[in-house]
Nanobody, 127 residues
Framework: QVQLVESGGGLVQTGGSLRLSCAAS????????VAWYRQAPGKQRELVAS???????NYADSVKGRFTISRDNAKNTVYLQMNSLKPEDTAAFYC?????????????????????WGQGTQVTVSS
């Protein structure tokens, strides 16, 4: 019923930029709070940035001033603009979202909210 798909990863040199997208599709009522996480090989998954439904943002100290999270509610999409990339930013990036969706074929069936993870997109920064 609901899909969450990340895109925009790739290989970039130190100092370069990438923009990741996290797009929700399906019978969606609203895309609520969304967060980007990353996981490097051999390390735990860590929170990178988050944005509330109202647009309030929060960032990990390691990315403040370099990464910007934003959202386009009309497109049910959240973005992560990453500038001044460093080799230590190399990781698989995952989107996590709280989504309200219709439980049936029409709104008459009501709605509910659940958390979803995307499949991830790889970011590799070469030195």
């Amino acid at each position: 019923q609901v899909q969450l798909v990340e895109s925009g990863g790739g290989l970039v040199q130190t100092g370069g930029s990438l923009r990741l997208s996290c797009a929700a599709s399906g019978r969606i009522v609203s895309l609520n709070a969304v967060a980007w996480y990353r996981q490097a090989p051999g390390k735990q998954r860590e929170l990178v940035a988050s944005i509330t439904s109202g647009g309030d943002t929060n960032y990990a100290d390691s990315v403040k001033g370099r990464f910007t999270i934003s959202r386009d509610n009309a497109k049910n999409t959240v973005y992560l603009q990453m500038n001044s990339l460093k080799p230590e930013d190399t990781a698989a990036f995952y989107c996590n979202a709280d989504i309200t969706y219709y439980t049936g074929s029409t709104s008459a069936f009501g709605s509910r909210s659940s958390g979803y993870w995307g499949q991830g997109t790889q970011v590799t920064v070469s030195s």
